[in-house]
């Protein structure tokens, strides 16, 4: 009898006989990502990300590591790559030890400078290929209270579902050596809020908290 199998296994198995340097091997699903801690003190009105490349000084003065961004050079793709993406991700790297109680007050400050911030890609020579206020990343109507060992009652932590953007109806292409960079706008014309957005930014400096924003997508390589 002969053996029958799905199309699905048999595309896969026409794929593996294609072997690890064909064309299908240099199209990749892949996640582009970079890190900025929180500026201490007062919320820094712009931040950068995607322009600063492994082993070059973040804005706290540290050398970037391969964990906070897979960025070989600063703002542009490798010569022969272009990069599709089709999702934005925001991720709040909070580095929460078993120390801290006070967990709610962390992703407090996180909320507020989140809804006091906008999102924007710029590739150069445009005015911006996608503008997103920060809210999008969270959930609908997020509040964050404290309910702290302090007060006798159980520490609580909060977990956010959300934080992506998917880009399925226009996908925004990277070409090959095309600067880009993701910037969060943060700040308010309103002086109690000013004051608030900076108290957030320096309770997540303390922490050493950091924002890591995914660009996923497919990357295409040089054959």
Known sequence: MTPVITAAVAKDLQLGKNGSYSNEGNVLQHTLFDTERFAATTARPTSN???????????????????????????????GQTYLIKEIVANLMANVVGADTDVNTVMAAYYNLMQNSVFELK??????????????????????????????????????????????????????????????????????LTTILNTASDVLATQIAQLQMHLTGILTRAI
């Open 49 to 79: 990300f995607f322009t600063v490349p492994q082993g070059q000084p973040n804005t706290a003065g540290a050398a970037k590591s391969a964990t906070e961004t897979n960025m070989s050079e600063g703002g542009k793709l490798p010569n």
């Open 123 to 192: 590739i150069a020579g445009r005015e911006f290929d996608l503008q997103k206020p920060g809210s999008v990343f969270l959930p609908h109507n997020p509040v964050s209270g404290l309910n702290s060992a302090a007060n006798g009652a159980p520490v609580q932590s909060t977990f956010i579902s959300t934080g992506v953007v998917r880009l399925s109806a226009t996908p925004i292409p990277i070409g090959q050596l095309v600067s880009f960079s993701m910037i969060q706008r943060t700040g308010s014309g309103t002086a109690a």
